[in-house]
């Protein structure tokens, strides 16, 4: 089983020219344009069902996630920038667009999405047990 690090105490940086620097941007598979992640404190495990994730998600022009998500650990997610549309259809069509300071929390178990954005985002997002 693989064990996943312990977040660490880190004070307060400058958090996209820190991650820049270091290359920490992952690019995720999505249909349409990438996502990018940068993962700011995890010792989220999947396997034993504990811990927690902090991270960014910088969602392309065009990116588009066009099935819905169903997991089995609470989710919060703030847009940062950007506009994020929610419950769009498979190709990305129609849904309801949320821009800067809206927030979602999601329990466990709730179907959520299609997911798109067709000018780009920002979302930080918090993922724990």
Do not use: K, N, Q
């Not at 769009?88 to 954005?117: K, M, N, Q, V, W």
């Amino acid at each position: 089983m693989p064990t996943v690090p312990p977040a660490r105490h880190r004070e307060f940086f400058d958090v996209l020219r820190d991650a820049d620097a270091r290359g920490a941007w992952r690019t995720l598979p999505t249909a349409g344009a990438p996502l990018g992640e940068l993962i700011l404190a995890d010792d989220f495990d999947a396997v034993a069902r504990r811990g927690s994730r902090t991270r960014l998600v910088r969602w392309a022009p065009g990116a588009l996630l066009p099935d819905p998500v169903l997991h089995d650990f609470h989710e919060e997610v703030f847009v940062v920038d950007g506009a994020f549309v929610v419950g769009c259809d498979a190709r990305g069509e129609g849904g309801e667009t949320f821009g800067p300071c809206t927030y979602a929390c999601r329990p466990p178990g709730i179907l959520h999405g299609p997911f798109a954005s067709r000018t780009g985002c920002t979302l930080l997002e918090f993922m724990y047990w």
